[in-house]
C-alpha cells in the first residue's frame, strides 16, 4: 500500500492461505535444499581438483615413459623361465598366481644380461619366446619387456581416470552453481 506520498510502502500482512507451521516447513525444506547445493558444488570441486592432480600424475608418469623409451637401446631377448608370484589380495583375485618372466638377452658388445619383468601378470610370455627389450646403455640390467601396452598402461589409465573424475566433478560443480 501507498503511505501516502513518503515514498514508503506499508507493511502489508501476508495474503496467502498459508498456516505458520506450512511456511515454517517450507522454509526448513529450502534450508536443506541449499545445503545440499553447498555440499554437492564441495563434491564437485574435490573431484574436479582429484582429477586435474591424476592428469598432472599421468603427464609426468607420460615424460617419465619417454624419456625411457628415448634413451634406452633395444635389443631381443628369450624368456628362459616364469617366476611364479602368489597374490595376498582379497576377493575374488585372492591366492590367485600371476608370473614375471626371467629374461635374457646380449648388449652389441656380447655381455649376456639376465633380468626379470618388472609386471607380474597372469598370462607371461612363454619360456623359449623372443621378446623385445629395453635396457639402460650405462647399466644393461636396468631392463624391462617393451611392448606398448607395458609402456604407455600406467600413464594411459591414470589419464583416463583423471579424465573421468574431471569431467564428474566439473558437471556437478557447474550443475550445482546454476541452482
Known amino acids: 500500500m501507498w503511505n501516502g506520498g513518503g515514498g514508503k510502502i506499508a507493511d502489508v500482512p501476508p495474503t496467502s492461505?498459508?498456516?505458520?507451521?506450512?511456511?515454517?516447513?517450507?522454509?526448513?525444506?529450502?534450508?536443506?535444499?541449499?545445503?545440499?547445493?553447498?555440499?554437492?558444488?564441495?563434491?564437485?570441486?574435490?573431484?574436479?581438483?582429484?582429477?586435474?592432480?591424476?592428469?598432472?600424475?599421468?603427464?609426468?608418469?607420460?615424460?617419465?615413459?619417454?624419456?625411457?623409451?628415448?634413451?634406452?637401446?633395444?635389443?631381443?631377448?628369450?624368456?628362459?623361465?616364469?617366476d611364479a608370484r602368489r597374490s595376498s589380495g582379497s576377493g575374488s583375485r585372492r591366492g590367485s598366481t600371476t608370473y614375471a618372466e626371467h629374461v635374457q638377452f646380449a648388449t652389441p658388445d656380447g655381455t649376456t644380461v639376465e633380468f626379470y619383468s618388472s609386471v607380474s601378470t597372469s598370462s607371461p610370455f612363454q619360456p623359449g619366446t623372443k621378446v623385445p627389450v629395453r635396457y639402460n646403455p650405462d647399466n644393461p640390467s636396468d631392463a624391462d619387456i617393451d611392448t606398448v601396452l607395458r609402456a604407455w598402461f600406467v600413464p594411459g589409465i591414470i589419464g583416463i581416470m583423471g579424465i573421468v573424475f574431471t569431467f564428474i566433478g566439473g558437471g556437478i560443480w557447474l550443475q550445482r552453481g546454476k541452482r
Request: cysteine-free; glycine content about 10%.
Open 17 to 82: 492461505n498459508e498456516k505458520p507451521e506450512e511456511t515454517q516447513r517450507f522454509t526448513d525444506v529450502r534450508k536443506r535444499l541449499e545445503l545440499a547445493a553447498t555440499w554437492g558444488r564441495r563434491i564437485g570441486i574435490i573431484f574436479t581438483v582429484i582429477g586435474i592432480g591424476m592428469q598432472v600424475g599421468a603427464g609426468i608418469a607420460a615424460v617419465r615413459t619417454w624419456n625411457w623409451r628415448s634413451h634406452s637401446k633395444e635389443a631381443t631377448g628369450i624368456v628362459m623361465d616364469l
